[in-house]
């Protein structure tokens, strides 16, 4: 019998690793660095995350492009917040979680954004990349040599 994996897309695995974050806070105390009441600053880092993604999902619907990092992408997005970064969806999923870090506030946490956001690059960022740069060649090739990966 073959057992199937289902995909983990982005938006879950963000989902995941802020529990695992506040399951490691839980269960790991560490030093604190980020003290209340400055830990609350984390919700603004969540709320700009939340408009970067609705933002860029924005973009997408306007082009006709589905959000889908499996899907075949109709159009290069270069314009709003893809002309400061070429993944800001994945910026704002990360955005999100050093959001979450900040109002636990230890060090236990800490890990897990850059974890992610290594996994995302090699996992969907470099796949995503290469089908870009496949189907439309030079259009990408010029967004990318003006645009950043990340920031």
Do not use: K
Request: proline content about 9%; hydrophobic content about 55%.
């Amino acid at each position: 019998m073959q057992v199937t994996v289902p995909r983990m897309f982005p938006p879950l695995l963000t989902l995941l690793c802020a529990g695992l974050m506040v399951a490691v806070h839980a269960l790991l105390p560490l030093a604190r660095v980020v003290p209340a009441p400055l830990n609350q600053s984390g919700w603004a880092l969540i709320a700009a995350a939340v408009l970067i993604n609705l933002s860029a999902a924005r973009t997408f619907r306007r082009r006709g492009t589905p959000i889908s990092p499996v899907a075949a992408p109709q159009t290069v997005a270069t314009d709003g917040v893809y002309g400061i970064s070429r993944n800001p969806m994945y910026m704002g999923m990360l955005l999100a979680l050093i959001g979450v870090a900040v109002l636990l506030g230890s060090l236990a946490p800490l890990p897990v954004p850059a974890l992610f956001a290594w996994y995302v690059d090699r996992r969907f960022i470099a796949r995503e990349e290469a089908v870009l740069a496949q189907r439309f060649g030079g259009d990408y090739a010029d967004y990318r040599s003006r645009v950043r990966r990340w920031l």
